[in-house]
């Protein structure tokens, strides 16, 4: 679990670190509000690792679970609404 977990991070880090550089780049109106998700997310993981660390089974499903409302919530939701900004900009 702790290289799924690791390499979550570093996905993390290079995919909200490319987002948040065009949020700022485009001047894009609910940047404060994206990057505060973007943090929460990070400490949610961190949260989940700490609560379950000794119990790889535990921890799997948890962050299977979190990950699962992330992905219908943020990625399906949240980051749609920067679509167009993003588009507007020549980013497809």
């Known amino acids: 679990m702790d290289g799924v977990i690791n390499q979550l ?3 993390k880090k290079y995919h909200f ?3 948040e ?3 700022k ?3 894009y109106e609910e940047t404060g509000e994206h990057i ?3 943090k929460m997310f990070g ?3 961190d949260a989940i690792r700490k609560e ?3 119990d790889s089974l535990k921890l799997a499903f948890e962050l299977v679970d979190y990950l699962e409302d ?3 919530e943020h990625i399906m939701t949240v980051d749609q609404k920067y679509k167009e900004c993003f588009k507007s900009h020549g980013l497809k």
Do not use: D, M, T
């Open 43 to 45: 400490e949610r993981i």
């Open 70 to 72: 992330w992905l219908i």
């Open 25 to 27: 780049e485009f001047n």
């Open 52 to 54: 379950f660390a000794g």
């Open 9 to 11: 991070y570093q996905y």
């Open 21 to 23: 550089k065009y949020f």
């Open 17 to 19: 670190a490319v987002e």
């Open 36 to 38: 505060a998700e973007h």
